[in-house]
């Protein structure tokens, strides 16, 4: 029988109030919320540096009831603001398991409500577009909260990536690699890292806010721009970095966040989505093979199509969401450059997308003429 506080209160922005139970932590948490629709892989998703400033609502029924594991974190703490979900399980069937979900939450000082009615919450949220919330297990008056709630900031025109990007550069993967990628953390994933190192790159973790001199200095061939949260308009460090980049002529690939501030450096604009992409089923055809993709996917901004089809010219839409049609990938004509709005690394799954890293390997190889046995040494 899990503890229980059953004077938890989940208060949206436009004023709309859930009630339910909590575990853990006792306090207050407010951020935008955002439904994820993965049936698995839940620590993967607390631990998304791209889920920074957010209230995680699940739409699995349960959750927690495999426990945690080391070894699926994609970060070193709990990125989530808040946690909301329908049932709570401290039941795990892992034997391998080093804690339960409550203990890691609370751990990290994370506060929960579950027992909610998460489909109605969906269906809400779903239909109103993305708001903040707030969650407090600690007994304060709604009405307060309501004035609390005024005060959090929206996502649109909010900088986060600074915040959980490394303080200081780092190196991963093959130090002897005769490959030096230069990755640009703006809330990098533990699996993409992962999945770079696979093929048998040198690489070196730089600062968000790291110029594109400070980073030359390391002699780079190639560069990767990751994943993170906020809204890429207000990143105008980002963009700055994006365009030296392209100056360079290097081979450059983009995930995610990574994606829009490319976008963004070849005059292409982003927008505030009235509902993100968050889950591991969202399927994205690949405009080149003709081939459709079950995708992970996490982001609440992207680029807008209206403004590619301006820049036709020198840009190429190479894969689109078959939900929406909205865009999920882009390359340049003529500059060895490319990115996809969706995470190919997906930890847990599915790996449909994996072979964009192949493909980012064979453009360095192509570029500089590298033995491709030595660039693709790891592959799986």
């Known amino acids: ?73 994609e970060s070193s703490k709990i990125q989530i603001n808040g946690l909301i979900c ?23 000082k994370i506060v929960v409500i579950y027992d909610v009615d998460t489909r109605a919450l969906v269906h809400h949220v779903r239909n109103k577009g993305a708001m903040n919330a707030i969650i407090s297990n600690d007994g304060t008056d709604v009405e307060i909260l309501k004035k609390q709630l005024a005060s959090v900031p929206d996502m649109l025109g909010l900088e986060l990536a600074s915040r959980v990007s490394t303080t200081a550069f780092y190196d991963y993967g093959n130090i002897d690699s005769n490959i030096n990628l230069a990755v640009i953390d703006y809330g990098i994933k533990t699996s993409i890292l992962k999945q770079l190192a696979l093929r048998d790159f040198n690489i070196r973790v730089f600062p968000a806010k790291t110029t594109y001199q400070e980073i030359e200095k390391w002699n780079p061939h190639a560069f990767f721009l990751s994943n993170g949260p906020g809204d890429p308009s207000s990143m105008d460090y980002a963009k700055e970095l994006s365009v030296k980049i392209l100056e360079s002529e290097k081979p450059t690939f983009g995930i995610c966040l990574g994606h829009q501030i490319l976008g963004l450096s070849m005059g292409i604009d982003s927008h505030k989505m009235f509902q993100g992409h968050r889950g591991s089923n969202h399927p994205v055809k690949n405009l080149l093979t003709g081939r459709g993709e079950i995708t992970a996917q996490n982001h609440g901004f992207s680029l807008k199509m209206e403004d590619l089809e301006k820049r036709k010219s020198d840009v190429i839409l190479t894969h689109i969401n078959l939900n929406d049609k909205s865009v999920e990938g882009i390359m340049h004509k003529t500059k060895p450059v490319f990115s996809v709005q969706y995470h190919p690394e997906a930890g847990p799954g599915p790996h449909d997308s994996r072979y964009l890293f192949n493909r980012f390997s064979d453009l360095i190889n192509k570029v500089y003429g590298f033995s491709k046995q030595e660039i693709l040494a790891k592959h799986e």
């Open 86 to 108: 329908r049932n709570f399980s401290n039941h795990f069937s892992r034997l391998s398991t080093d804690l339960s979900l409550e203990e890691y939450l609370t751990l990290n």
């Open 1 to 73: 029988m899990l503890p229980t506080n059953d004077n938890t209160v989940l208060l949206l922005s436009d004023k709309t109030v859930f009630y339910g139970k909590s575990i853990g932590y006792k306090g207050q948490a407010a951020g935008e919320v955002c439904f994820n629709t993965g049936m698995t892989g839940y620590q993967e998703i607390f631990t998304d540096p791209s889920y920074s400033g957010q209230l995680m609502l699940m739409t699995n029924v349960h959750i927690g009831n495999y426990g945690c594991h080391t070894q699926e974190k």
